[in-house]
């Protein structure tokens, strides 16, 4: 079945821990996202990548960072998490620019 | 000026009438317009997608698309009370960038 695996779903952790959300892929698809989506402020990009080794900033990139080592997988890393980042945040990936994104089921994120 | 913009609603429609729910964005050099469906605390699943101007028919659903006006529509006939969730309205920009609307609200009262 094709489809993008978020892991974990749930999260509460203390300010400054490191974390890693992971997010994978089994499409062969070129491109892959990260969101953040906040009530009254939709879905706003935080990094995307293009390719293997291909990495850009979207629009909120603050605090993240973003590695894509393999085409499959896109690991959003957050080095000293904040209470603002608390937030739904949702994997995406393309088979190419201009198509459409298919996501993950989401990672509901809290940071105390 | 926001790039993709949607009346948050909500949009309240009786059983069985027409929901039409509207997008308007920026950026003439987009290039394809999707909407997607999202329940909430779940993933958004995409809808329609569309890249020409005119109509596009899928079921109970139509999306429109008029470039020179730079609005994309979509049109749920029939609604039902499981069409009841959040619109996205989502636009990729000549750089291939995927650029969200806040989403519409639909309620659909039995």
């Known amino acids: 079945e094709a489809q993008v695996t978020q892991n974990p779903r749930y999260l509460i952790t203390v300010t400054g821990k490191k974390l890693t959300v992971t997010c994978s892929q089994n499409m062969n698809h070129e491109y892959m996202s990260w969101y953040r989506q906040d009530p009254g402020l939709g879905l706003r990009q935080i990094y995307y990548?293009?390719?293997?080794?291909?990495?850009d900033k979207g629009d909120v990139p603050e605090g993240y960072k973003v590695s894509r080592k393999e085409k499959r997988n896109f690991p959003l890393i957050l080095e000293s998490p904040s209470p603002n980042q608390t937030s739904l945040y949702f994997c995406a990936s393309l088979r190419q620019r201009n198509t459409e994104a298919f996501f993950g089921q989401g990672t509901r994120l809290t940071v105390v | 000026q926001k790039e993709v913009e949607q009346n948050s609603g909500p949009l309240s429609v009786p059983e069985g009438a027409i929901a039409s729910l509207n997008c308007t964005y920026s950026d003439r050099g987009s290039q394809s317009f999707f909407w997607y469906r999202q329940y909430s605390g779940k993933s958004p699943e995409l809808i329609m997608s569309?890249?020409?101007?005119g109509d596009k028919e899928d079921g109970r659903f139509t999306a429109q698309l008029n470039k020179a006006s730079q609005y994309v529509s979509l049109l749920i006939r029939d609604s039902q009370p499981s069409d009841s969730a959040t619109y996205l309205c989502a636009v990729s920009s000549n750089t291939g960038k995927l650029i969200f609307g806040q989403g519409t609200t639909l309620q659909v009262k039995p």
């Open positions: 990548s293009m390719n293997v080794e291909v990495t």
């Open positions: 569309i890249y020409s101007n």
